[in-house]
């Protein structure tokens, strides 16, 4: 009679405890900081942070994913520099020069004229005055000054570091470097057919690896220049 009980005892409780299963609701949890973790609230603040500031800094030395330091500094002395030194990396490719007409239309042509003639929407309606052609022989512009201005901006013109990527700001270089072409009475340049494009390539690493020892007088960049031309050769 005990025993037949005690089975009872343990039937009885065994389905109360998976009666308290459903498939519907949340299950009993033991020790629920393991599931429900603290959450802050953005920008509030807390004991727990250093400051007490939930919006914390990106630790020193973080860049974004995709994004590569532009090694020339934002003072006279560097837009010189790049305007000697620095060249269009990206071959110059039908595809290439539509991509940043197009780019050029939508960011630059308001001011700068469809032509490249100074003589834009804002400039015809005198919101912005002192916008040069891209031919001014005073200017004389460059791949590698026009790279620099679309990166840190010049006087009223502003950066444009943040509304195009790396290569897009290529893509316009070209662009206008035809447009200034255009402006000139020269001819357009012939586009770079797909298999030149490996050439144009091995070109720029040896090109870069060139301006790099201008731009800083460092060994290192010695060894990195003879270990490219070594590569070139390799490869012809
Ligand atoms: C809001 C009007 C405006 C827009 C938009 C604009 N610019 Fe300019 N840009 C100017 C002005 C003004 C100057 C002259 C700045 C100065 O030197 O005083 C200038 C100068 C330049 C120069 C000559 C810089 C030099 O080396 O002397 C280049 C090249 C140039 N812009 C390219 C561009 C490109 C490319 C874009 C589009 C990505 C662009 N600009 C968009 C107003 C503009």
């Known amino acids: 009679m005990k ?6 005892l343990l039937l009885v409780s065994a389905s109360l405890a998976v009666g308290c299963f459903t498939k519907d609701d ?14 802050y609230e953005a920008y509030g603040s807390y004991e727990t942070f250093e400051n007490t500031q939930e919006a914390q800094l990106p630790v020193e030395g973080t860049i974004p994913r995709g994004w590569k ?17 620095l060249s269009n990396p990206l071959p110059y490719t039908e595809d290439n020069v539509n991509k940043g007409k197009e780019l050029y239309t939508i960011y630059c042509a308001i001011c700068h004229g469809d032509k490249g003639d100074g003589k834009g929407t804002l ?12 031919n001014d022989a005073g200017r004389a512009i460059t791949e590698g000054s ?5 990166f840190y901006g010049i006087n009223t013109m ?5 509304q195009t990527s790396e290569e897009e700001r290529w893509q316009i270089n070209h662009y206008v470097m035809d447009l200034k072409a255009k402006l000139n009475g020269q001819p357009q340049r012939d ?16 090109n870069h690896s060139q301006h790099e020892d201008e731009a ?7 060894s990195l220049h003879t270990e490219s031309e070594e590569q070139s050769h390799e490869v012809n």
Do not use: C, W
């Open 3 to 8: 025993r037949l009980f005690n089975i009872g």
């Open 26 to 39: 949340r299950n009993y949890q033991y020790f629920p900081n393991m599931y429900e973790s603290v959450g």
């Open 69 to 85: 330091p532009y090694g020339f500094e934002n003072s006279n002395d560097g837009y010189q520099n790049a305007k000697a030194n």
């Open 123 to 134: 400039a015809q309606r005198e919101k912005i005055l002192g916008i040069p052609a891209y």
């Open 146 to 150: 026009v790279y620099h201005v679309m």
């Open 158 to 162: 502003g950066s444009y570091a943040s």
């Open 191 to 206: 586009f770079v057919s797909e298999n030149e494009i490996a050439e144009v390539e091995l070109e720029t690493i040896d």
């Open 216 to 222: 800083s007088v460092n060994e290192e960049h010695e």
